[in-house]
């Protein structure tokens, strides 16, 4: 949900609606989202969560003759990658064209908002989510 750099920041789930900044925390190495008017406090995505951007995203690349990068894309789906490898970054966007840029590498400042939280599991069984009154005669 957080990136584990993320760890010795206050944080809180993300919800629809949210008005976001990208940020980089005190106490931290790393760069990630807050809500406008918390600056000091992470706001955690969960995989699936989709993000929508003012503008065109930017973000830096590492080792390029051209390390800034605008993106020209503004939808993006949040994704954790490299989970099986603990001491990395695992926060990222992925963008239709299925780019993925980590949340890291994204230049401070920029709004986004919440859209759309990931669908919750649906029971196996239809009738086990269901209660209805019927009436037998």
């Known amino acids: 949900m957080c990136d584990y750099s993320l760890d010795l920041v206050a944080s809180r789930p993300a919800k629809v609606g949210d ?17 406008i008017g918390e600056p000091n406090v992470a706001v955690c995505l969960l995989p699936g969560t989709e993000v929508a951007f003012e503008k065109e ?37 992925e963008f239709p064209d299925g780019e993925t840029v980590l949340l890291t590498r994204l230049y401070e400042g920029q709004h986004a908002t919440m859209l759309q ?14 209660t209805r009154d019927s009436l037998v005669k």
Do not use: C, W
């Open 19 to 35: 008005e976001l900044v990208t940020t980089k925390f005190k106490n931290s190495i790393t760069r990630g989202f807050a809500a």
């Open 57 to 93: 995203v930017k973000y830096e690349r590492t080792f390029s003759l051209f390390p800034n990068m605008k993106l020209g894309k503004k939808v993006a789906q949040f994704r954790q990658i490299n989970m099986g490898k603990p001491s990395v970054h695992h926060d990222a966007l």
């Open 117 to 130: 939280l990931p669908a919750s599991p649906r029971p196996v069984n239809a009738a086990d989510g269901q």
